[in-house]
Each structure stands twice: as structure tokens, then as C-alpha cells.
Nanobody, 123 residues
């Protein structure tokens, strides 16, 4: 069993940057690919990006356009999502998730989820 806890969300102005982190407990993350998703009110959960178990490969949703970067530290069992040039439409609850399926964008293929952290971007 893996427990995931997100942190680092908050309020930021448009054009600003923010880092959200995901910490794991219960089992090491090193054998899992990790993903970030987000969900805005009234919208479906959206794939933000994923990182391979080694950290050597990343993939991002089309809307990211170079603004977000995912990294991981397997020694600390943490995964970070760094966001720059934030827009009001990036406002959402951001979730990290773990999967044994490599680099998938499908939420239903993730086995473990955190409770999410709110990111609000003001205009």
C-alpha cells in the first residue's frame, strides 16, 4: 500500500510560479511511474504529466506547452511538479498518483492517489 500526500499548493498571481510536491509513505516509489492530474470545478480530471520510475522519461499534457516540469527523488520518495507562467485556467486541485503501468495518461490505470492540493491562479 502506498500513501501519497501532496503539498505546496496555494494562491499565485497570473504569470507566477509554484511548486507542488508529493511525498510517499508505506512503500518506496522507485518501482512506480508517477503522474500528476488536475481537476477544476465542474470539469473532468485532466492529465498534467507523468514521469518514469527512473525519472529519465517525462510526458506532459498538450496544454502544458513547456510551462511545467516533473521531477522525482527516489531516495526521498518524492515527486515535484514545478509550474511557471501560470494562468487563471490552471486553477484546479492537483493530484499525484502512482502506477505500475509505464507513463500512462489514463487515470484509471493509476493505483494510488493523494487527496490533492489546491492551486489558485488569480488574474
Amino acid at each position: 500500500q502506498v500513501q501519497l500526500v501532496e503539498s505546496g499548493g496555494g494562491l499565485v498571481q497570473a504569470g507566477g510560479s509554484l511548486r507542488v510536491s508529493c511525498a510517499a509513505s508505506g512503500r518506496t516509489l522507485s518501482s512506480y511511474s508517477m503522474g500528476w492530474f488536475r481537476q477544476a470545478p465542474g470539469k473532468e480530471r485532466e492529465f498534467v504529466g507523468a514521469i518514469s520510475w527512473s525519472g529519465g522519461v517525462t510526458a506532459y499534457g498538450n496544454f502544458v506547452k513547456g510551462r511545467f516540469t516533473i521531477s522525482r527523488d527516489n531516495a526521498k520518495d518524492t515527486v515535484d511538479l514545478r509550474m511557471i507562467s501560470l494562468k487563471p485556467e490552471d486553477t484546479a486541485v492537483y493530484y499525484c498518483a502512482a502506477t505500475r503501468v509505464s507513463m500512462t495518461a489514463r487515470a484509471n490505470e493509476y493505483d494510488y492517489w493523494g487527496l490533492g492540493t489546491q492551486v489558485t491562479v488569480s488574474s
